[in-house]
Nanobody
């Protein structure tokens, strides 16, 4: 079992940066693929970025590629999402999610592949 708590959200102007953190507890974290998803008002939750348990592979949605970077520190049980060059369309609640069944070099990108998630953190980008 994995418990996840996101932090680092806030209000930022377009072009600015934020770094989200996800603190995890539970033995399964260090062997789980991790992902960030987001959900804007009136829209479905969408995949943003994912990373394998060993951090040897990452994957990004086209909309954030080149601007966002996902990383993890298994010694600290933490996953990060560095967000640069933020745009108003990045405004959403961001969720950290764990896919405990994926321990290889494959990065899951579909919501049902993840079985734990946190409460989310709000990111608002003003124009």
């Amino acid at each position: 079992q994995v418990q996840l708590v996101e932090s680092g959200g806030g209000l930022v102007q377009a072009g600015g940066s934020l770094r989200l953190s996800c603190a995890a507890s539970g033995r399964a974290f260090s062997t789980s693929a991790m992902g960030w998803f987001r959900q804007a008002p009136g829209k479905e939750r969408e995949f943003v970025a994912g990373i394998t348990w060993s951090a040897d592979s990452t994957y990004y949605a086209d909309s954030v590629k080149g601007r966002f970077t996902i990383s993890r520190d298994n010694a600290k049980n933490t996953v990060y999402l560095q967000m640069n060059s933020l745009k108003p369309e990045d405004t959403a609640v961001y969720y950290c999610e764990a896919a405990t069944s994926y321990r290889g070099s494959y990065v899951p990108v579909i919501s049902y592949q993840y079985n734990y998630w946190g409460q989310g953190t709000q990111v608002t980008v003003s124009s």
